[in-house]
């Protein structure tokens, strides 16, 4: 094997941040490889798809770092704590907490809730005193007012991502807005239903916010007198400059936040990305009119088909995903030139989508724009189809006609399709178009029909997954699921 250098084993690890598997191997082929790949590790060890609270050996790194004393208290109290000495200083390579996760592991060596803040206190000292600089915070569950901290705003203030939630008191944030002025990504739950200040405060001080989302978590049949969004679409409205990842998702707004809203979403033009549930008609009338150039992702739940024709026209050509769910739709009046109208707006105006959801009824003219999108749209590497039928028993064949346009006209980049259960193909046609799909890459289809598990059909595409290759996977998913291609 040749020898390369540390940077250049750097390079190629750090492309590797999101495989942890392919990471951790490498750690066991030399020592140069080890060195290089443990700091990469370890810049956000949280952020691995493992049960944490099952790993002993992270509860063992951290008590390591803890000061003689406290682990002579600990253990007096029955603790476990680790006396093993450590290859590398794993923490002073950490630029992330997640406190949740670190929760978890701490209690691996103690049930009792003061140990457990004890340790957590410790956690949140020693990683200050490190003075690495910290990049992502993850504070969802905090119960340690960190910026109080001996020399945490040093180390706070380098902070550029941040995830909470509007349970926690507004004294926190008020200590972080004072100190952390240069977040570019924030994320809030929203799971109380009265208002949060601090959290507003937290928004109104940023100098380079790019990246917010607010998501509503809770039951939508409580209500309070105190108004949730007020203060903090006030706060996003001076941030409107920089913001380019918008994701606002409301549970329940007035007419006064329908006003906020109405003279907020068209100031945000440098949007890359557009993720919003419907608020009401008004909204719907108000984004008609607004104008993303940039626009590259646009996901949008419970929204009308000629509202989204009418954006993707006013965008400029720079749409890569167009998801939208569309469960209410077909009770629209004019649904079938709506879609027509959508599908034809796509191809026109969106040559570089990649993943795409539509829904449309199985006419001619329909098949026609579709097969027409398919030519134009060459990028297009995932698409959700969700078939309106109003006669059940013409499915199969209406089911038929679209897997022959997909073969006929659908690049080699199509690697996913989804449908829904009205979208039922007989063993003959599902044969078939495996065989027509073979010669081009494994394909991965994901469905909301248990027809599909039966033992006839489960038989017939393991051949063509294990013996062939054509398959990829195929999958039943509930009807929610399939719209989430995250």
Known sequence: MPEFNRDILFLIFEELQEDSKSLFSC?????????TVVPILWKDPWRYNIKYANKNFLYSIITSYLSNDI?????????QISNQSLTFDYLSFCKSINVNIINNIISIGTASTF????????????????????????MISLKHQIFNFPDAKAYLETLCELKCDTSIESSYFYGLAFICQNIQRLTIINNVVKANYGVAKLIEVQRNLKYFEWEDDFDEDYFTEEDPYEKVLLALEKNVDNINHLKIILSYVEDFEHILLMKLFPKFHKLKTLIIEDFNFIIQEQLKTSVYRDLEVLELFYISLDVVSIMIENSGG????????????????????????????????????????????????????FEKLLKVCRKLKSLLIIPYFKEFKKNYEYGEELLKIIIRSSSTNLR???????????????????????????????????????????????????????????????????????
Request: net charge negative.
């Open 71 to 79: 682990k002579e208290f600990l253990t007096r109290e029955g603790t």
């Open 115 to 138: 140990k457990q803040f004890l340790l957590q206190q410790e956690f949140y000292n020693i990683m200050i005193r490190k003075r690495s600089e910290l990049k992502c915070l993850n």
């Open 318 to 369: 720079h749409l890569r995903e167009i998801l939208l769910e569309y469960d209410y739709l077909f009770e629209e009046d004019n649904f079938n030139e709506d879609s027509l109208i959508l599908i034809r707006k796509i191809h026109e105006h969106c040559p570089l989508v990649e993943r795409l959801s539509l829904a449309f009824s199985p006419s001619e003219q329909h098949f026609t724009e």
């Open 416 to 486: 996913e399709i989804r449908f829904f259960e009205q979208f039922i193909l007989t063993l003959k046609t599902l044969e078939e178009f495996f065989e027509n799909w073979r010669g081009r890459p494994a394909l991965t289809i994901f469905t909301s029909n248990p027809i599909y598990e039966e033992e006839d059909y489960v038989k017939l595409i393991n051949k063509y997954k294990k013996d062939d290759g054509v398959i990829k996977d195929f999958r039943y998913k509930l009807f929610r699921d399939l719209f989430n291609f995250r």
């Open 27 to 35: 750690l066991m082929i030399n020592r140069l490889w080890c060195e």
